[in-house]
């Protein structure tokens, strides 16, 4: 039998998406570990009684140590995934996104796992010259959270080659869909977006809006997390998870109305600090090498979004 598979931040939004994916895949169970701060367990409501729950902080060696097991595929993604976060509040970014991944690359190796899959940024790119961003282009990241993300890859590529840990690291593009929490201040753009059109509110894009993203479903990005896992050939390398398109924010904003029936003008507000212009994935090397096949368009990606908040609103 093989060992069960560790989700980090498996309580969250991406993090949650990949164990429903993982049961669906025919895993048994999963071993989730986090700290809740972001994680929710009604994100993983339907599929408790096939989850070992486990509310640690991957700060905490100690404490996640023992939940690693010889030839487990851990699947790396608790994090605090922001941008604006990492500059406002630099120390908390910093000890999960570095600290913390030291502790899970460290705790895999001396378990003995097979391979760690981390969710690494593709924030890490910077404003490139060029798009879209090939994962040979020098990374220049422009926040803490960027070059936290990117030791991230750093870290993992030296466990691969020094510790003979098998890794593999994956730049996640701007995923969205349902169960991404709309509420904080730190929220992704796209739940802000949907919370905005279902109630007939204007968000406020920051800047002149013409900065663009290539926007990820999350089930595409679960599905090539699970792919990355079994992949032969790529330890130790990064790959973009994305979609190889790329929206501007009032593109973006205007098509969510137009699939909802409305018709609703943003506020603009001052550019945000440490924020990337364009954002694209060359997606030819996850296609070659991890079998990446994106099933969802954009605006697919949006209805199911969008149905889903209409829903559990
Ligand atoms: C996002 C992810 C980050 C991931 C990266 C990968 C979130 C919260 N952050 O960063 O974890 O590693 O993609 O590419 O999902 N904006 C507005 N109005 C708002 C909120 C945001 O105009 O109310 C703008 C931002 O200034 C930015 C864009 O929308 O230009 C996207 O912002 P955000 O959703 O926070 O994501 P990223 O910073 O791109």
Not at 58 to 87: K, N, W
Not at 121 to 144: F, N, Q
Request: net charge negative; proline share 6%; glycine share 8%.
């Amino acid at each position: 039998m093989s060992a069960v598979p560790i989700v980090t931040g498996g309580a969250g939004f991406i993090g949650s998406a990949l164990v429903r994916a993982l049961l669906a895949g025919g895993a048994p169970r999963v071993t989730v570990i986090d700290n809740f701060s972001s994680g929710k367990h009604e994100n993983l409501v339907e599929v408790a009684d096939r989850v070992d729950v486990h509310e640690v902080d991957i700060r905490d060696f100690e404490a996640i140590a023992p939940l690693f097991t010889a030839g487990a595929m851990v699947y790396h993604l608790a994090a605090i995934p922001s941008v604006p976060r990492s500059i406002a509040d630099p120390v908390p970014s910093h000890e999960v996104n570095i600290d913390g991944t030291f502790n899970v690359l460290r705790a895999a190796r001396e378990a003995g796992a097979k391979r760690v899959v981390y969710a690494a940024s593709s924030s890490a790119y910077g404003d490139t010259e060029v798009l879209p961003k090939l994962e040979s282009m020098r990374p220049a990241p422009l926040s803490p959270y960027a070059a936290q993300k990117l030791m991230g890859e750093y870290y993992c590529s030296v466990f691969s080659s020094c510790f003979s840990l098998e890794t593999v690291a994956l730049r996640f593009f701007n995923v969205f869909g349902p169960r991404q929490d709309p509420n904080s201040p730190y929220s992704g753009v796209l739940s802000i977006f949907m919370k905005c059109v279902l109630a007939g509110t204007a968000p406020t894009l920051f800047g002149d809006g013409e900065q663009s993203r290539d926007f990820t479903y999350v089930e595409d990005v679960a599905g090539l997390v699970i792919k990355a896992a079994t992949a032969e050939g790529v330890s130790g390398m990064v790959f973009n998870a994305g979609n190889g398109n790329r929206y501007t924010l009032n593109e973006t904003w205007k098509l969510i109305c137009a699939i909802h029936g409305v018709e609703i003008a943003p506020n603009y507000g001052p550019p945000r600090a440490g924020d990337v212009r364009d954002s694209q994935a060359d997606v030819t090397a996850a296609v070659r090498c991890l079998g990446h096949a994106p099933r969802f368009t954009f605006e697919e990606g949006l209805r199911r979004t969008l149905a889903w908040y209409a829903e559990s609103g």
